[in-house]
């Protein structure tokens, strides 16, 4: 295998990524507003059919992960996987964004938590085996922080520009005499689902293809055997049944949980506790494009730097504190009220920053998950980055549903109606909104950072557990 990735190489493993970005952004930021204050659905049905799907989710991660660790075929062990998933999760994605009119709360909620299933299916089959291929593209120890990078900057950017789009365009055109906001309009999400199938069935052949070149160099699949549903689940325990495993699935837990949160009340805050404009929303959602650069390019330098484990701890920590400043000062009555021109941008160059800095984050944890498989190698004989990534694959999926069902409570517990415009909407409410967010996110953040410490692996002892395969 060449030591060195192409930048064309690199750019097709991150373009793939695209597919996911939109679908997160989708779920995160849009789900939530457009079944409960557009279309009408209980927020707490909202979430109850999103964290249902996760039952599925369960079963379907592992297995597709350890089939993928375990396929024989001439095109590898993951690009069958992601060519025959895109079809499936493009048109799943596009009927989500069109519901039946008029329907009831028992028929919206049975809608959506089969559409939730499967496009989480779908995603499973594409996501899982495409984020496992970063270790079998390189194995070298900020390589791979390097190639994770350009995958975070995809999925940020491909998903953000979702969300320009969104505010920037259909929400402004979406006016009408009957509707006054355009985000209370059912045709621009309508419109956006369309566009987002696309993104997502274009971005998936395009890494399939782009990455077809490098099969030749990836490890073969072990030895055909006889496969038993035991013999799955027995190898799935052996190879998970790791420290450095447990510290990140604990850890990566706990922030799907708070980033589930966190993103799916962001445009409630926006929207009723700072009293943004679609165009102001709009302008913030730009400044993700330059806090997926700021990652994507101190990532690989603090790998190199200081390591993965310790640069995840600072810059987390840094992060994760900062994030909700903004709201803490509101709570606290040290900001100017909402309209002046200083609260607009504090907000923005706060989260411009804090956003690079977990991106950051981010793809640090993604490497240090990219570390174990040569651990895990020495171990149990078998290269298992399927089932070490499909962990990764759930835990984004089923647990920020969760997330999002935690903030559908928060939501009913600040006493947020469904349907309410910004007028309807008492100082109380939105006060009852932050003092209820800001301690909850914070205190599982911080949960996270204690979880990830037990992580082991260091640059040492990757290149030890290199050296050691090379032997043998």
Known sequence: MPEKLSVGIKSAYGI?????????????????????QVIGLDARLVGIAILAALVVDAISDPIVGYWSDNLRSRWGRRHPFMVAAAVPFAASFYLLWHPPEGGSQAELFWYLLTMAVVIRTAMTFYETPSAALAPELTNDYVERSSLIS??????????????????????????TDAIADGRFNRSAYEIMGTIASLLIFISILLSAIGTRSRIKYFKAAPPRRRITIKLVFREIFETVSNRSFLALFVAALLGAVATGLAASLS?????YFWEFSSIETGLITMGVFISAIIGAVLAPYVTKKIGKKKGAMIVGLVAFIGSPLPITLRLLDLLPDNGSPFVFW??????????????C???????????????????????????????????????????????????????????????????ETVWRLGIYYVPSVVFIWMLMM???????????????NLRRLADN
């Open 450 to 464: 204690v979880a990830i410490s037990a992580y082991k692996i260091d640059r040492v002892e990757h290149e030890d």
């Open 16 to 36: 793939g990524a695209v597919a996911y970005g939109v679908n997160n952004v989708g779920f995160d930021y849009f789900l939530l507003l457009f079944y409960s």
């Open 346 to 359: 504090f907000v923005f160059m706060t989260g411009v920053i804090d956003l690079g800095l977990i991106i």
């Open 150 to 175: 350009y995958r975070s900057y995809f999925a940020w950017t491909g998903g953000n520009a979702m969300t320009v789009l969104m505010f920037f365009f259909l929400f402004p055109a979406m006016v």
């Open 361 to 427: 984050f981010q793809i640090l944890y993604g490497s240090m998950m990219a570390d174990l498989v040569e651990q895990s190698e020495l171990k149990t004989g078998r290269r298992s980055e399927g089932v070490f990534f499909s962990s990764v694959t759930f835990i984004r999926k089923s647990v920020q549903g969760f997330g999002l069902m935690l903030a559908s409570f928060v939501l009913y517990w600040a006493g947020l109606s469904a349907g309410a415009t910004v007028e309807q909407v008492s100082d």
């Open 267 to 271: 445009f409630y805050f926006y929207t």
